[in-house]
C-alpha cells in the first residue's frame, strides 16, 4: 500500500521562496507463513536547476545503498505476518516564478 502527502510549509510564507514538503509511505504486509528478506527501492528527487533546492531528505528506516542518481534500496525482514513501513519525505524549495518539472530518469532495475 502506498501513501502520498505534499504541503505547503512555513519556509515558503517569506519572501519569493515556495517550500513544498512531500511524503510517502510505503506499507508492507508479509503474508506467508515464513520470514522473508525484501529489497524495496525508492528515488529522491535530484535538481539540475540552482533555483530549486531538495532538503530534509528524511528516510526511515535508513536505506542500505544510496545512489548518485537518487536511488536509494532499503532491506526489510519481516516475520511471517508481520507488518512494516517504509517512510520517504523531503522539502522542494523554489522561487515562486519558478515551475519544477518532475521528469523521471532511469528504468526498471
Do not use: W
Not at 510505503?26 to 535538481?47: E, L, Q, W
Not at 532538503?55 to 536511488?71: S, T, Y
Amino acid at each position: 500500500e502506498r501513501e502520498d502527502r505534499e504541503y505547503e510549509t512555513s519556509e515558503g510564507l517569506f519572501g519569493g521562496k515556495r517550500a513544498v514538503r512531500y511524503e510517502t509511505t510505503f506499507k508492507i504486509h508479509n503474508r506467508r507463513s515464513y520470514g522473508i528478506t525484501m529489497d524495496c527501492y525508492g528515488a529522491v528527487p535530484r535538481s539540475s536547476d540552482d533555483r530549486i533546492s531538495i532538503e530534509n531528505v528524511q528516510l526511515n528506516p535508513a536505506p542500505v545503498e544510496k545512489e548518485d542518481n537518487g536511488i536509494v534500496r532499503f532491506r526489510l525482514n519481516l516475520k511471517a505476518n508481520e507488518r512494516s513501513s517504509i517512510r520517504m519525505s523531503f522539502q522542494l524549495i523554489h522561487d515562486r516564478d519558478v515551475l519544477p518539472v518532475v521528469r523521471a530518469a532511469g528504468g526498471s532495475r
